[in-house]
Structure formats: structure tokens, C-alpha cells
């Protein structure tokens, strides 16, 4: 057994062949964000015929067993396989979404909650430094 078969079968879940293809995908792409059509036209690409729903149903029993992770921007569900606490940056400016580390520990946050932490999604909103540099150079093309 592989180790991607390995882990759906430790989170209490059948292996199939399309559960395989997609936390291969997901976690193949550390650091990437996608959503349910991204891996759905993924898997498109060697099984035409599977549905939309089968692959929302695979994502979202994925995320319920903690296999994936799973956020949502602007009303879009996004998916990855990052599920250790990070920070998601989303530019509101491209819409790249790019994972940073929290600096210190879960205590941090744990601080300020009342009770154990399990698991956590921070998501922040702002313009990532290569709009920021773009804007800027515009700025000068402008004044120029
Ligand atoms: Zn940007
Ligand atoms: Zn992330």
C-alpha cells in the first residue's frame, strides 16, 4: 500500500481510485490552493465522465476527517493540503492565495480562546508585495 492509500485508510475512509487520484493531487501541491473545479478538471484529464458532485463529496469528506484542509474566499470553498496552522494570504489585488508561517506557537492562539485547540484557518486580506511593487511602477510610469 502506498503511503497516500495508507493515510485514507487511517482516517476511516474506503480507498478508491478517485480518492487516491485526488489527495495525490492536493498533497502532491503543498503551498497550492485549489478549488473543487481545479481538481475536478484535473481528474477530468484522465476520467472524463467523473461527476462534480463525486469530487465535492470526496473534498468535503477529506476536510471533515482532516485529511485536507478547506476555507472559503469570497463565498469559494478552497482546498489544501497544508492542514498544519498557517497563515493564508489572499491579494485582493491577483487573488493568489500564499501560506506563511505563524511565528511562535498554537499558544498564541490558544491564549486567547477558552478551551484546546485543534486545528486552526487564518485567513488575511491585503495586496501581496508583487502588486504592491506593480502599483508602484505605475506610479512612477504615471507621474512621468
Ligand atoms: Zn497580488
Ligand atoms: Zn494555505
Known amino acids: 500500500m502506498g ?7 487511517n482516517h ?4 478508491t ?3 487516491v487520484k485526488i489527495l495525490e493531487y492536493i498533497e502532491g501541491r503543498q503551498g497550492d490552493h485549489f478549488s473543487a473545479e481545479d481538481i475536478h478538471n484535473y ?3 484522465e476520467n472524463p465522465n467523473i461527476p462534480a458532485a463525486t469530487v465535492y463529496n470526496i473534498l468535503k469528506v477529506f476536510t471533515e476527517r482532516g485529511l485536507i484542509n478547506s476555507f472559503e474566499v469570497n463565498g469559494r470553498a478552497m482546498y489544501e493540503g497544508r492542514t498544519q496552522p498557517h497563515i493564508n494570504f489572499y491579494c485582493q489585488s491577483c487573488g493568489k492565495i500564499e501560506d506563511s508561517d505563524i511565528h511562535g506557537d498554537l499558544n498564541v492562539i490558544e491564549s486567547n480562546v477558552k478551551g484546546k485547540v485543534l486545528s486552526s484557518i487564518i485567513l488575511v486580506r491585503g495586496i501581496c508585495e508583487e502588486c504592491l511593487r506593480l502599483e508602484k511602477e ?6 512621468i
Do not use: A
Open 43 to 45: 481528474i477530468k484529464t
Open 3 to 9: 503511503m497516500i492509500e495508507e493515510q485514507i485508510k
Open 12 to 15: 476511516g475512509l474506503k480507498i
Open 138 to 143: 505605475s506610479e512612477i510610469v504615471s507621474e
Open 17 to 19: 481510485p478517485q480518492r
